[in-house]
């Protein structure tokens, strides 16, 4: 297994992905590129724009769902396609990160998500990094 990616788990009427990663942070953005890459067909983005993002969250898990929701939000309300993150602090009860993505790339989403869910929610932290399962509503 590489150190980082995703999969597409089966899933009876949503979509579910397995993320792993070295840390939390690179789960975090894992997720978030896998996001990008489904809504868009992994489409080549031209960044333009940065924008910070603060989550205020009650766990680890609050924090996944929050954060990748924000991903998905940022595509659908503003058109803006994660291409890059430029750090990703993370701190008891939220996180703070530096995005960098194309704005305004609506012709470029293909595929609308509505939301990661708390369903199904797993994240596994072992001595090989992190591991999650998510359920996207679709």
């Known amino acids: 297994m590489t150190q980082r990616g995703y999969r597409h788990l089966e899933h009876t009427a949503d979509l579910a992905l397995e993320i792993w990663a070295e840390s939390e942070e690179d789960l ?3 997720i978030a ?3 990008v ?3 868009s067909g992994n489409a080549d983005l031209e960044p333009d724009q940065a924008r910070s993002l ?3 969250c009650l766990d680890r898990e609050d924090r996944l769902v929050q954060w990748a929701n924000e ?3 940022f595509a659908l309300i503003d ?4 291409a890059d993150i430029d750090e990703i602090r993370l701190y008891e009860g939220g996180l703070e990160a530096i995005l960098i993505g194309e704005s305004k790339s609506y012709d470029k989403i293909h595929s609308e998500l509505k939301s990661v869910t708390y369903h199904g929610l797993k994240i596994v932290e072992n001595k090989e990094g992190f591991m999650a399962q998510v359920v ?3």
């Open 79 to 82: 058109g803006f396609l994660l």
């Open 33 to 35: 590129f896998a996001l």
């Open 37 to 39: 890459g489904i809504m």
């Open 136 to 138: 996207i509503d679709v």
């Open 54 to 56: 603060r989550i205020d």
């Open 71 to 73: 991903m998905i939000a």
């Open 28 to 30: 975090l953005a894992e």
